[in-house]
């Protein structure tokens, strides 16, 4: 993430979940590592599903 204010990136992101979907107070993740997993994942189904969402 070189060159990238994340705190500013942070703060984007929070402004448009509040708008488009009313989350007041949303807990976003940072990949720091680049090998993020879904922790909604849900294991031994034949779509992959991520309970009710989708990336």
Known sequence: MDGVDVR???K???HELK???N???PTIGIDWEGD???SLEEGG???G???GHAH
Do not use: G, P, Y
């Open 45 to 47: 189904t034949a779509t």
């Open 19 to 21: 708008t488009k979907f």
């Open 8 to 10: 500013s990136v942070v």
């Open 36 to 38: 993020a997993a879904c």
């Open 49 to 51: 599903s991520h309970a």
């Open 23 to 25: 989350i007041e107070h």
């Open 12 to 14: 984007q992101v929070e």
